[in-house]
């Protein structure tokens, strides 16, 4: 992927900040490290990978998880490389909606911050509950702990806390975190692959874990299925907008966020093709690998024993707590940013910073919202994916709606110090392109025959997003106070900060 830097000394971040119309109220103490590893955190393979891994045995098998994850992860990194440029001209907390409200104005604006802000939520609820799964997995295993839908909850919410004060403790403490997580995920990812490479008496040839098509979705069409299939890339290929939302609290954000976007994107590509491919290569019975309720965790069992089992179930649940703060983070900062520019019931509560930097309220809002997505759990496993599938289906959208509004700006719009050149115009219509194809995917029906509990209920859940951000738009639209500064305006500040 090419792109350059220009060269030239960027302004004081402060000082830009001002010039985009907010006064600095955060602590600016994240290295451009510590802005990278709070998106791989949040993209997390272990986490992601790993709850997703039964889903792709049944779409489309090794073959489609294999060749898909390569497929998907390089469409990606389009996306957040278009995404990057966009994010280096406006490096706010705001993230996503800042940048549509500038480029397209107030409405574009509202769209995209509801659509992240739902998507953020429902990946913390989606993530720690998946946490909260593998948890009672482990419990299992070490006390034969019957994993309840009330056992999954209580451990939910123990997550939640966990995470909320870890959070509040500053962004010192959330940058170590994530700068620990980049090397729990790596080096977890090389002893897993390493364990399951060694122990294991028989894997998998070559051309099995390359080529072996498998289908357990009732559909017939291999290539619908295939289609299906990408999912599992799909679903774990998204937060890394966590770069741009800590903007506001990284040194020379204009060039470490966008760095941060897409260096999340291909170390996190590496390290899911070797996680897959270990995972793959280690099963011994796939029948009863994609049966089992945790089928990491049944392959763990079938090659290590219970010992080796638990032990590597660990290291999963530690990648996806990690992952799960991180999610914490970014929903956070885009709570206090919405709330800041007052498009939130209740924003002058949410926008408030305590004494060290850190916007407490919002980030007890963000882990009490996901609990709240999260209770239908108790009663429907299908109500439960039906209200979580608002991250996948409010993120992506959000994504790609100020990639789409920088190419309707083209020459108009004045790129940061890092930008894409001229490859800028084919690398954002390619963005766009995939986000459209993905939101198709992501809406398709997945199982046959369609009942209620197998019918795919994100097209309904991204009708009900757009319907309250709509109704919401209605009642205090008028209060939506984003500060607008002219490009040419902020152009002399730029150059009399230099």
Request: proline share 6%; net charge neutral; aromatic share 12%.
């Amino acid at each position: 992927m090419p792109w350059h830097q220009r060269p030239g000394p960027a302004p004081g971040e402060d000082e830009h900040l001002r010039s985009l119309g907010y006064e600095p109220e955060l602590v600016r103490q994240m290295g451009g490290f510590g802005n990278f590893a709070v998106s791989f955190s949040v993209i997390s393979v272990l986490s992601g990978g790993m709850t997703l891994f039964g889903f792709g045995l049944l779409t489309g098998g090794p073959a489609v998880m294999m060749w898909g994850w390569v497929a998907v992860g390089l469409a990606v990194l389009l996306v957040g490389a278009a995404l990057a440029e966009v994010t280096s001209a406006y490096p706010t907390s705001g993230g996503l909606y800042y940048m549509a409200q500038r480029l397209g104005g107030p409405r574009w604006g509202w769209t995209a911050g509801w659509l992240n802000l739902l998507g953020l939520i429902g990946g913390i609820a989606g993530i720690d509950y998946g946490a909260a799964s593998f948890i009672a997995a482990f419990a299992g295993l070490q006390w034969g702990t019957v994993p309840t839908p009330g056992l999954i909850l209580a451990i939910f919410a123990g997550v939640l806390l966990l995470h909320a004060a870890l959070n509040v403790f500053g962004v010192r403490v959330v940058s170590l975190l994530n700068s620990i997580s980049v090397w729990w995920h790596l080096l977890g990812v090389a002893l897993i692959v390493g364990v399951l490479a060694v122990v294991p008496s028989h894997h998998q040839s070559v051309g099995w874990v390359f080529g072996h098509f498998a289908n357990g979705t009732g559909w017939s069409n291999p290539i619908y299925v295939s289609a299906v299939g990408l999912l599992l890339g799909g679903y774990t290929f998204c937060g890394y907008d966590a770069s741009a939302h800590m903007s506001e609290e990284t040194v020379n954000a204009r060039v470490a966020a966008p760095r941060g976007i897409v260096r999340s994107i291909w170390v996190s590509l590496l390290a899911g093709f070797v996680l897959l491919a270990g995972m793959l290569f280690a099963i011994q019975d796939y029948a009863g690998t994609a049966a089992a309720a945790v089928p990491p965790a049944q392959i763990f069992l079938d090659t290590l024993g219970a010992g080796g089992a638990k032990a590597l179930l660990l290291i999963v649940i530690g990648a996806q707590l990690f992952c799960g703060s991180a999610e914490t983070t970014a929903a956070s900062r885009m709570i206090y940013a919405f709330s800041r520019d007052n498009a939130l019931p209740g924003s002058a509560t949410w926008r408030r910073v305590s004494a060290n930097g850190t916007p407490v309220p919002a980030v007890w809002l963000a882990v009490g919202a996901a609990f709240v997505l999260a209770v239908p759990s108790l009663w429907s496993a299908t109500a439960y994916g039906a209200i979580t599938a608002v991250n996948v289906v409010g993120m992506t959208p959000s994504y790609i709606i100020p990639v789409f509004l920088r190419l309707r700006q083209r020459d108009r719009f004045t790129p940061g110090p890092w930008d894409l050149g001229r490859w800028s115009r084919p690398v954002g219509i390619a963005a766009v392109v995939w986000v459209a194809v993905l939101v198709v995917l992501v809406c398709l029906p997945q199982r046959y025959p369609v009942t209620v509990d197998t019918f795919n209920y994100a097209p309904v859940t991204l009708l009900a997003v757009l319907a309250l951000a709509w109704a919401w738009w209605r009642v205090a639209g008028d209060k939506f106070d984003v500060p607008v500064v002219a490009d040419a305006h902020l152009a002399r500040i730029e150059a009399q900060i230099v």
